[in-house]
């Protein structure tokens, strides 16, 4: 899509203040019209918390691919790198505080976001990056392209203030055994030696029944553990992020801010049961997490 568009959709505004409109947090990913998971899960809990969010999406689905049917397509490469082009042009990246970025989709898109982010990070000091690595769950095993998990490592990662994989993708990552806690410790450790300051590490197993989340610098090792719920919605991770970004916008400290965003997703997650919908309540995320900041509290082991 580099043609420019056509003249009929060109039109100017005789009335329009010069100042641009304040973002926060640019968020890359996918985009559904049903359902909860990418952009589609995270943009409602940071709206909900005040924060501006520029979307720009990789894929547009009518849903998760776990349904019978799923429509829609992978952005093709040449759009999506158009629409960074044009958050480029209008400044966005100068202007937000973070970045955050989720499903590709495809190779091509991986390789088309590493390409702009090596132009605009060096033009915008203020803007941290956060990168979810999504490659697959242990349920699941990988669902996307091979190659996108080289562009992660090679082209991502140095790059990246945050990263923030469940156990299977830092396993993937590192090559190293990460579904128990003191694993996926040693693995966050050597991938902070690829670039990040932070490794949040979800979805790693605990005592029975309970799931750990660890947040791993190369100065602290944070612990949280929480119950784990018998229910398997898209989503979850999504919501995790979008919820620590906001809380961090805020000026909430790392620990607090995750402890918040963890209480946000269980109790989502708990309301999904109770209504027994078959999507994620997202919408129950932000308030959960403003309202319960100890439910889950922070474990300091290093």
Not at 95 to 107: I, K
Request: charged share 15%; aromatic share 8%; net charge negative.
């Amino acid at each position: 899509m580099n043609e420019p568009l056509e003249s009929h959709l060109v039109h100017g505004r005789r009335q329009r203040p010069d100042g641009p409109s304040p973002v926060d947090v640019i968020s890359v990913q996918s985009q559904l019209v049903y359902g909860h998971a990418g952009n589609s899960a995270a943009v409602p809990p940071l709206r909900a918390l005040g924060v501006r969010v520029a979307e720009i999406p990789t894929t547009l689905l009518s849903n998760a691919p776990f349904y019978a049917t799923t429509r829609g397509r992978v952005l093709p490469s040449d759009w999506f790198a158009d629409l960074l082009l044009g958050a480029g042009e209008r400044g966005l990246p100068q202007r937000a505080r973070m970045l955050v970025s989720g499903y590709f989709g495809s190779v091509g898109n991986g390789a088309a976001f590493a390409d702009w982010l090596d132009v605009v990070l060096p033009a915008s000091p203020q803007l941290r990056y956060c990168l979810d690595p999504v490659i697959g769950d242990t349920h699941t095993g990988p669902y996307v392209e091979p190659g996108l998990e080289t562009i992660f490592a090679e082209r991502l990662l140095p790059h990246a203030w945050l990263v923030t994989p469940n156990a299977f993708e830092l396993n993937r990552l590192t090559g190293l055994p990460s579904l128990e806690e003191g694993d996926a410790i040693a693995a966050a450790q050597a991938l902070l030696a690829r670039g990040p300051q932070w490794v949040l590490a979800h979805s790693v197993g605990g005592e029975p029944g309970q799931l750990v989340t660890l947040a791993v610098s190369r100065d602290a090792i944070w612990r949280w553990s929480s119950p784990h719920l018998p229910v398997d919605v898209a989503g979850t991770g999504d919501v995790l992020m979008s919820l620590l970004v906001a809380f961090l916008l805020r000026g909430e400290a790392f620990e607090q801010a995750i402890s918040r965003a963890i209480a946000g997703v269980h109790v989502a997650l708990e309301t999904t049961l109770a209504n027994h919908h078959e999507e994620f309540d997202v919408l129950a995320a932000a308030p959960a997490a403003l309202a319960f900041p100890d439910r889950f509290v922070a474990e300091r082991l290093a």
